[in-house]
Nanobody, 124 residues
Framework: QVQLVESGGGLVQAGGSLRLSCTTSGRTFSGYTMGWFRQAPGKEREFVAAITWNGGATYYGDFVKGRFTISRDNPKNTMYLQMNSLKPEDTALYYC?????????????????WGQGTQVTVSS
């Protein structure tokens, strides 16, 4: 079992930055592919970014376009999402997720564990 807790969300003006964190406990963090997803009101949950167990490969949703960076610190059992140049359409509840599958990437159903989410609101 893996417990995930997100933090770092908040209210920011368009063009601003936020850094989300996802702290894990339970099984060995380094054994999991980690991902960020988001869900806006009335919309489906969508893929934001993913990172392999050792940080060797990263993947991003098309809408990111170089604005976000995913990273992880295995000794600290923590994953991060640095978000720059935020837009009002980035407003959503952001979730971190963990998968035991190496090729989980953007596949929502491949992630077995989920956090409760952290709200990001970008004002225009």
């Amino acid at each position: 079992q893996v417990q995930l807790v997100e933090s770092g969300g908040g209210l920011v003006q368009a063009g601003g930055s936020l850094r989300l964190s996802c702290t894990t406990s339970g099984r060995t963090f380094s054994g999991y592919t980690m991902g960020w997803f988001r869900q806006a009101p009335g919309k489906e949950r969508e893929f934001v970014a993913a990172i392999t167990w050792n940080g060797g490969a990263t993947y991003y949703g098309d809408f990111v376009k170089g604005r976000f960076t995913i990273s992880r610190d295995n000794p600290k059992n923590t994953m991060y999402l640095q978000m720059n140049s935020l837009k009002p359409e980035d407003t959503a509840l952001y979730y971190c997720a963990a998968s035991s599958k190496v090729f989980a990437r953007a596949t929502l159903g491949a992630y077995e564990y989920w956090g409760q989410g952290t709200q990001v609101t970008v004002s225009s």
